[in-house]
């Protein structure tokens, strides 16, 4: 288990997978580095902080947003649930 809520699956030196099953709103921080989330349970939607311009995306299962490294987090709202797998590059 994680702090953030998530649960680590697979961490070396290339890359880490993480795994979280949302109930209520999320955020993810990206560390400078991008990620991916890939939905593999429910539907919700992913967003970013840019002054109301930019709509949150739907996303559901079987869809993989890449989140580019120079967006500082992103938020994950579930509608119902939404469990998804989140990958980033490992400890170089």
């Given at each position: 288990?994680l702090?953030?809520?998530?649960s680590?699956?697979?961490e070396n030196?290339?890359?880490r997978?993480r795994r979280?099953?949302?109930?209520e709103s ?8 991008f990620l991916?989330?890939t ?6 939607t992913?967003?970013w902080?840019?002054s109301?311009?930019e709509v949150?995306?739907?996303i ?7 989140v ?5 987090s992103v938020?994950l ?14 400890a170089?």
């Amino acid at each position: 288990p994680l702090a953030d809520g998530g649960s680590l699956l697979v961490e070396n030196e290339w890359f880490r997978v993480r795994r979280y099953d949302l109930s209520e709103s999320h955020a993810l921080t990206t560390d400078s580095r991008f990620l991916t989330v890939t939905v593999i349970g429910g539907r919700g939607t992913i967003g970013w902080r840019s002054s109301g311009s930019e709509v949150p995306v739907r996303i559901t299962v079987g869809d993989t947003v890449l989140v580019p490294a120079n967006v500082g987090s992103v938020f994950l709202s579930p509608l119902g649930g939404l469990e998804i797998l989140v990958c980033d590059p490992g400890a170089c």
